[in-house]
């Protein structure tokens, strides 16, 4: 699998991110261009599946765009993490799918908004993420 992280910025700010330090991931990730994501996608040899992750990757703008390359490739699984809350918004959502989005795993921190708020040191994000479930 490929693992492609495509951002440095979060819309959570979670107690528990095991990607602590943001001050390294942000210089190393905000130094890749779309054109060297693209260009990761295109040398990897297998091609059977690829995972956008870091930070939440439906915040960086080229997502539609690196998720319809990998398509294009013949990626067989093409997938992200995320903490939904960008799905809330339906067309968005479809924009993804519409692009070759096949496979989405969903970060939820507790069965209330009162915990997962809490988890995520963010309020309202609960029902954000419900919303784009």
Same mark, same amino acid.
């Given at each position: 699998?490929?693992? *492609?992280?495509? #951002?440095? *910025? ?9 990607? =602590?330090?943001?001050? /390294?991931?942000?210089?190393? *990730? =905000?130094?890749? !261009?779309? @054109? ?14 690829? +995972?956008? !992750? =870091? #930070?939440?990757? &439906? +915040? ?11 398509? @294009? +490739?013949?990626y067989r699984s093409i997938g992200l993490i995320s ?12 924009s993804l799918l519409d692009a070759g989005l096949n496979?989405? &795993?969903? /970060? *939820?921190? $507790?069965? &209330? ?6 988890? %995520?040191?963010?309020? $309202? =994000?609960?029902?954000? %993420?419900? @919303? #784009?479930?």
């Amino acid at each position: 699998m490929l693992h *492609v992280l495509i #951002g440095p *910025v979060c819309n959570n700010h979670c107690i528990f991110c095991m990607e =602590s330090d943001r001050e /390294s991931r942000q210089r190393h *990730v =905000s130094g890749q !261009t779309t @054109a060297d994501l693209l260009a990761m996608l295109e040398t990897y040899a297998q091609r059977d599946e690829v +995972l956008f !992750t =870091s #930070g939440e990757p &439906t +915040l960086n703008p080229d997502l539609p765009e690196l998720i319809a390359a990998a398509k @294009a +490739l013949g990626y067989r699984s093409i997938g992200l993490i995320s903490n939904g809350r960008r799905f809330a918004y339906a067309d968005y959502a479809r924009s993804l799918l519409d692009a070759g989005l096949n496979k989405i &795993t969903i /970060s *939820v921190h $507790g069965h &209330t908004a009162k915990l997962h708020d809490a988890q %995520t040191r963010t309020r $309202g =994000s609960f029902e954000h %993420t419900r @919303a #784009g479930l």
